[in-house]
């Protein structure tokens, strides 16, 4: 799958430049797109350019999320569910999770959702803005091709309600069960 997105980024970019009378040689380029901001393109050109543009810049987010999904590794730890991804870590903590969604389908991704996103610790804002594009604010994405999936969403569960109980036993100093 990654090796036919790259190969659409590459025929939307021959494509737009072959709609626009684009020359890809640096040299060239910057004059040939100033000649297409003076003399806007016909109707005809516009839209098949305006297509290729999006698949431009839409390809490159298809591909950061394909190899982060393939990169994703799963840890369960005392503090939290610890995910590590393309080089950065992020801890989600127990007592931050809410709830998994939905509970239990085996082929679509299921979501870990929590009080608050632990993305907001990485410093790298490029980075920050493309792990939210992938699975959302507030959220964590568990795929369907994770191995031992079910066994760690089991863990997950398990993890939650004892972080539940314990923090009720806290609040309220009256142990549940």
Sequence with gaps: MIIVAMILWVFAVWSIASTLRLRLHPAVFWFDLQQVFTQPPAI??????LLMLVLIVAT?????NLIAEWDATFRL??????YQTLGFRLCY??????????????DEAVA?????????????PLRRWLHQQMHGRQRLLIGPGIERRAELL???????????????????GIPLG
């Design 77 to 82: 730890t005392n503090e939290g569910l610890e």
């Design 93 to 106: 903590h127990w007592h931050n999770i809410l709830a998994i969604q939905p509970q239990s389908t085996a």
């Design 60 to 64: 490159p987010l298809l591909l950061w």
């Design 44 to 49: 005809e050109q516009a839209v098949p350019a």
């Design 154 to 172: 089991q863990a997950i569960e398990q993890a939650m309600v004892t972080a539940q109980s314990s923090a009720t036993t806290a609040t309220t």
């Design 112 to 124: 870990i959702v929590c009080r608050y996103d632990p993305v907001d610790a990485l410093k790298n």
